[in-house]
Nanobody, 126 residues
Framework: QVQLVQSGGGLVQSGGSLRLSCTAS????????MGWFRQAPGKEREFVAA????????NYADSVKGRFTISRDNAQNTVYLQMNSLKPEDTAVYYC???????????????????WGQGTQVTVSS
């Protein structure tokens, strides 16, 4: 059974930083693309960032490019999202996700991800 357990998040002032973590179990972590998505109140879930199974390729939403960094530690079965220069519009529930297929290309499409974390709240105050 695959489980994705998230940690991190919280309340931060505009311009601050947070780091989210997501630890996976149940499948061979190092063979799956990992991603982060977010959902703000009243809005649809949106793509934030993704990283290839080997970690060599990343993809970011334009809204976070240059401020957020996705990384992974395959030895620890963990993916991270370092968020810097946070803005109030980054306020959302953040979800990590694991791709449906192993050894696939990095993707930003939610339907390419099969397993999801429990979500963690990030609130940025102005």
């Amino acid at each position: 059974q695959v489980q994705l357990v998230q940690s991190g998040g919280g309340l931060v002032q505009s311009g601050g930083s947070l780091r989210l973590s997501c630890t996976a179990s149940g499948r061979t972590f190092s063979t799956y693309c990992m991603g982060w998505f977010r959902q703000a109140p009243g809005k649809e879930r949106e793509f934030v960032a993704a990283i290839s199974w080997g970690g060599g390729t990343t993809n970011y939403a334009d809204s976070v490019k240059g401020r957020f960094t996705i990384s992974r530690d395959n030895a620890q079965n963990t993916v991270y999202l370092q968020m810097n220069s946070l803005k109030p519009e980054d306020t959302a529930v953040y979800y990590c996700a694991q791709s449906r297929r192993s050894f696939g290309a990095v993707t930003s499409r939610a339907n390419e991800f099969h397993y999801w974390g429990q979500g963690t709240q990030v609130t940025v105050s102005s």
